[in-house]
């Protein structure tokens, strides 16, 4: 895979999960990504049905988020992967691992960033209903990263994920409910507008 001119490599379990190949071109891309100073984000996505064990899970997934800069574990993932749902004890875990920053996505709570030393909440959108969680990361993932792209203070991204989380799951399916530019923004807008 060619990587020139590729700003952030967005990678998940999932491919890890495979086969024992896909493992390894999952690790040797991370390398090559990490040694042409490209910014790497990891969202674990477990898939444990995917696994050959519990253990190799754990411990593969581990290891692929302690080699990129972001990671974007959820609560429950945080919980089996290093045995806490607690958003600070996630983020201590993975930045002590290697990561430079650590989201963890609290559900409708919205989600806790660690950026190096410095730790602050970004809170949830208020959804009508929800539909189908399905994509809810994958959503998350997506603002995180066009967000940086775009050189957008990470706060700002982190809410733009937000935003797009609570979106996608008031839709079913893994990625119809994703909004373009357009709905994000006046999703966004009458949401500060209600909290005027």
């Given at each position: 895979?060619?990587?020139?001119?590729?700003?952030?490599?967005?990678m998940?379990?999932?491919?890890?999960?495979?086969?024992?190949?896909?493992?390894?071109?999952?690790?040797?891309?991370?390398?090559?990504?990490?040694?042409?100073?490209?910014?790497?984000?990891f969202?674990?996505n477990?898939?444990p049905?995917?696994?050959?064990?519990?253990?190799?899970?754990?411990?593969?997934?581990?290891?692929?988020?302690?080699?990129?800069?972001?990671?974007?574990?959820?609560?429950?993932?945080?919980?089996?992967?290093?045995?806490?749902?607690?958003p600070?004890?996630?983020?201590?875990?993975?930045?002590?691992?290697g990561?430079?920053?650590?989201?963890?996505?609290?559900?409708?709570?919205?989600?806790?960033?660690?950026?190096?030393?410095?730790?602050?909440?970004v809170?949830?959108?208020?959804v009508?209903?929800?539909?189908?969680?399905?994509?809810?990361?994958?959503?998350?993932?997506?603002?995180?990263?066009?967000?940086?792209?775009?050189?957008?203070?990470l706060?700002?991204?982190?809410?733009?994920?937000?935003?797009?989380?609570?979106?996608?799951?008031?839709?079913?399916?893994?990625?119809?409910?994703?909004?373009?530019?357009?709905?994000l923004?006046?999703?966004?807008?009458?949401?500060?507008?209600?909290?005027?």
């Amino acid at each position: 895979i060619p990587l020139d001119g590729v700003r952030v490599l967005h990678m998940t379990g999932i491919p890890a999960a495979l086969s024992g190949s896909c493992r390894n071109a999952s690790y040797r891309l991370i390398e090559r990504a990490r040694e042409r100073g490209i910014c790497v984000t990891f969202d674990p996505n477990l898939r444990p049905t995917l696994w050959e064990s519990r253990h190799a899970m754990i411990r593969t997934v581990n290891h692929l988020a302690s080699m990129a800069d972001i990671v974007l574990p959820g609560t429950a993932e945080g919980k089996i992967l290093m045995g806490s749902d607690d958003p600070a004890a996630i983020s201590t875990f993975y930045q002590e691992q290697g990561a430079q920053i650590v989201i963890t996505k609290c559900g409708g709570a919205g989600a806790y960033v660690a950026d190096g030393a410095e730790r602050y909440h970004v809170p949830g959108f208020r959804v009508r209903k929800v539909v189908d969680t399905v994509g809810a990361g994958d959503g998350f993932a997506a603002g995180v990263i066009t967000g940086l792209i775009e050189d957008l203070p990470l706060r700002d991204a982190v809410r733009r994920a937000a935003a797009i989380g609570a979106i996608q799951v008031m839709s079913r399916g893994d990625n119809e409910g994703l909004p373009t530019r357009a709905a994000l923004e006046t999703f966004m807008k009458e949401a500060d507008s209600a909290h005027e």
